[in-house]
């Protein structure tokens, strides 16, 4: 069985500063992650998405995460956020054999950017 | 065309309605799915189609009955449902159930029973 813990339930912070939203997993075998955001009152948008190959994945929008094995995370971080990177944003896992129908969410972390 | 549309937007409906939720996708993804999701929570996964064959249900009351007609639809019909089941439902669709590709999600549909 799989989890996700997403440590921080809110992350208030200022335009232009920089930010990290943490995500650790528990699996015991090899995985796929995720990170959707979703916007009030709209479905999820992939972000990003680790499967394989370089730990570190970028998004056309700035965000970066890091997959690091040996402690089991995959933390989201942008360097300076804009009001608009107000939104929901879950990190998720899959397991990469052959049931991974199936993804696991965190509970899921609102971050509120402030003027 | 790389999206998932769900009709409707909204609804509202009694505890002795019949209605149905529609999703769409045009990607040629043959896995499909449906979610629910409360305020403030992740999404839940309550059914899993594939090849246009039902894989999972996640122990869904038999109030919520999914169909797939065909390979680009998915339905959801609901009946005699309860206030608790008010909540957002999401579609989502995966190139095939297993594999490294991502499920893309719909915007949902926003259910209030009354």
């Known amino acids: 069985a799989q989890s996700v813990t997403q440590l921080d339930s809110q992350v208030p912070v200022f335009e232009e500063a920089p930010v990290e939203l943490r995500c650790n997993y528990s699996s015991s075998v090899s995985v796929y992650l995720f990170w959707y955001v979703q916007y009030p009152n709209q479905g999820l948008q992939l972000l990003l998405k680790?499967?394989?190959?370089?730990?570190l994945v970028e998004s056309i929008n700035g965000f970066e995460a890091e997959f690091n094995k040996s402690q089991t995370s995959f933390h989201l971080r942008k360097p300076s956020v804009h009001i608009s990177d107000t939104a929901e944003y879950f990190c998720?896992?899959?397991?990469?054999?052959?049931?991974?129908?199936?993804?696991?969410f965190g509970k899921g972390t609102l971050l509120t950017v402030n003027p | 065309d790389t999206e998932v549309t769900q009709t409707p937007k909204h609804l509202v409906m009694g505890m002795t309605n019949k209605k149905s939720l529609k999703c769409e996708q045009h990607?040629?993804?043959?896995?499909m799915y449906w979610y629910k999701q409360k305020a403030k929570k992740p999404p839940e996964l309550m059914f899993v189609y594939s090849y246009e064959k039902l894989s999972i249900n996640e122990s869904v009351p038999s109030r919520f009955s999914p169909e797939c007609p065909n390979s680009s639809l998915l339905n959801l019909h609901l009946h005699a449902l309860q206030p608790e089941d008010s909540a957002l439902y999401l579609c989502a669709s995966r190139m095939g159930l297993a594999g490294s590709n991502e499920q893309f999600f719909g915007p949902g549909t926003r259910l209030t029973v009354l």
């Open positions: 998720a896992v899959s397991d990469s054999g052959g049931s991974n129908y199936k993804l696991t």
């Open positions: 680790y499967l394989s190959g370089s730990t």
């Open positions: 990607m040629g993804h043959r896995a």
